[in-house]
């Protein structure tokens, strides 16, 4: 059954000021694609939106699951939530004096979820082994990697559908994002996931990505296959420095 996210000309404004203006994109059932773009463009919005932070001021926002179309401009974070549309927020946004194992099961909130948490905790255990040695390690003093798993892991334990990932590099060490981008890929592999990932890094996004939109001000400028993002020429300039 098909898990989909479509994205029909999106505006979306704090307050007086104006983030998005006319998004229109789709990600399609089994999809990694990749949003695009620098800070400020308007990136983290847009997946706020598809995960109900961020209510649409125009346009609609749309997520097909499990063949059943849903608007999600009309639910709350927790319906979403509920759906099976996990994201993993920018900064991982921890419990910091919670355990490792505290801040996962926090994750499996949703009905569905709980009814499976053992074996879904043993499962982010397995992914990520370094977990299993630290459930009981206060989550704020690990290092930021470490912190990237759990949220990953977190997220997880929601049992989605759909997987909403926001900026997964920043502040990490070069080996830990190529490590971390890997894990997405394996993940999404294993779990026949959907996912929509904002990423700063735009070789390390497309090595994993089927496809990605670049976001400049608020709108979609370029869109494409990875390999034609790769051979555009004002990617390759603004982004890969070539």
């Not at 400028?221 to 390759?236: F, M, P, Q, T, Y």
Request: glycine share 10%.
């Amino acid at each position: 059954m098909a898990n989909k996210i479509i994205l029909k000309e999106i505006n979306a404004a704090y307050g007086a000021v104006q983030v998005l203006h006319g998004i229109s994109m789709e990600v399609g059932n089994g999809e990694t694609v990749a949003l695009l773009g620098t800070n400020g463009n308007g990136k983290s919005t847009l997946i706020k939106v598809v995960a109900g932070l961020v209510k649409p001021t125009a346009g609609q926002a749309l997520a097909v699951i499990d063949d059943v179309t849903h608007d999600l401009g009309k639910l709350s974070p927790e319906e979403i939530v509920n759906l099976g549309i996990a994201m993993v927020p920018e900064g991982r946004r921890l419990f910091p004096l919670l355990s490792v194992e505290e801040n996962l099961l926090l994750g499996a909130s949703r009905p569905f979820a709980r009814s499976h948490v053992n074996e879904t905790l043993e499962f982010c255990f397995e992914v990520f082994p370094k977990l299993r040695d630290r459930r009981t390690q206060r989550a704020g003093s690990m290092s930021g990697g470490e912190q990237q798993m759990v949220a990953l892991a977190r997220a997880l334990m929601t049992m989605p559908k759909i997987l909403l990932i926001d900026e997964p590099s920043v502040g990490l060490a070069p080996i830990i994002v190529k490590q971390m981008i890997d894990k997405i890929a394996e993940l999404k592999v294993q779990k026949g996931l959907t996912v929509l990932m904002a990423e700063q890094n735009f070789t390390q996004a497309m090595r994993i990505a089927d496809r990605g939109y670049v976001i400049v001000h608020g709108e979609i400028k370029i869109e494409g296959s990875a390999k034609d993002l790769a051979n555009n020429d004002v990617v390759r300039q603004l982004y890969m420095g070539m």
